[in-house]
């Protein structure tokens, strides 16, 4: 045996865990959905833009540190040109049918923050470890098994629809999204309906999946997955209830 291969050793199923640890800045889950429950409350419960951009400055240092960088650019992007709709065009055009546009644009501004802490949610957490917080938290299995079970079920779905759209380009039965829209009929034939069969096929399977990690089976349930809080979790922690006190005092007007 040489001795790069006597150097060679084989990671353990432990050590495949520790992923979240060995990243430079990670959450645990329950501080990232504290993040989440916080932002989401507050951003769309106070109207004055004052906390929807603190709220939305948030999100942006949440996302960078885990460097969506493309997905980032064209989520500041879009809560630009709402703010500027808002800010800018209205009134420059004081017109009945601008002004419900732009409003339409300024709520759509306050989901695109809460589109970011979700999208925070779902990049950093795996349903391994959202299982195991709810454990910590003791959770019943009754919310805590079918939201796993989504944790799984969208990207697979996600994943089915591109591969459809795929084998309809290979077939050349369309040429771009715009000839799917203008042929709605062929579209809901040639993508809805394989679509749909998929999304049964990928129903029974993490059904099957679900039976044979015996997630609904009674008893004391153990996991590998290492949770605690750690020195970033104070961080988080702290900023989300200076956030929701400053949301409080501004709400009140005392800011």
């Given amino acids: 045996m040489s001795a790069v291969a006597e150097n060679q050793q084989v990671p353990s199923l432990a050590d495949l865990s520790v992923g979240r640890q060995r990243r430079f800045f990670s959450l645990d889950p329950r501080t990232t959905m504290l993040n989440l429950l916080v932002i989401n409350v507050v951003v769309l419960s106070i109207s ?19 460097r969506c960088w493309k997905i980032l650019g064209g ?11 808002h800010l800018v065009v209205q009134p420059a055009f004081p017109n009945k049918v601008v002004t419900i546009l732009i409003t339409f644009a300024f709520f759509l501004s306050k ?11 779902v990049r950093t957490t795996t349903a391994a470890e959202f299982v195991a917080a709810m454990k910590k938290m003791r959770i019943s299995d009754v919310l805590v098994v079918p939201i796993a079970v989504m944790f799984r079920f969208f990207p697979a779905v ?18 771009n999204g715009w000839e799917a829209l203008l042929h709605p009929i062929k579209t809901t034939e040639y ?16 059904s099957a999946s679900a039976m044979v990690r015996g997630l609904g089976a009674p008893g004391r349930k153990t996991s590998i997955v290492p949770l605690g809080f750690q020195v970033w979790d104070g961080v988080v922690v702290v ?4 956030f929701l006190i400053f949301a409080i005092l501004t709400k009140v007007q005392v800011i």
């Fill in 48 to 66: 004055d833009l004052s906390v929807t951009y603190l709220g939305f400055l948030f999100t942006v240092i949440m996302l960078m540190t885990i």
């Fill in 75 to 85: 989520y500041i992007t879009f809560f630009a040109v709402c703010q500027f709709l």
């Fill in 111 to 121: 989901y695109v923050v809460v589109f970011g802490t979700g999208l925070y949610f």
């Fill in 158 to 175: 996600y994943e089915e629809f591109w591969a459809v759209v795929n084998a309809m380009k290979l077939r050349q039965l369309f040429k």
């Fill in 191 to 206: 993508v809805v309906v394989p679509l749909l069969t998929s999304v049964i096929n990928i129903g029974e399977d993490l």
């Fill in 239 to 242: 900023a989300s209830i200076a």
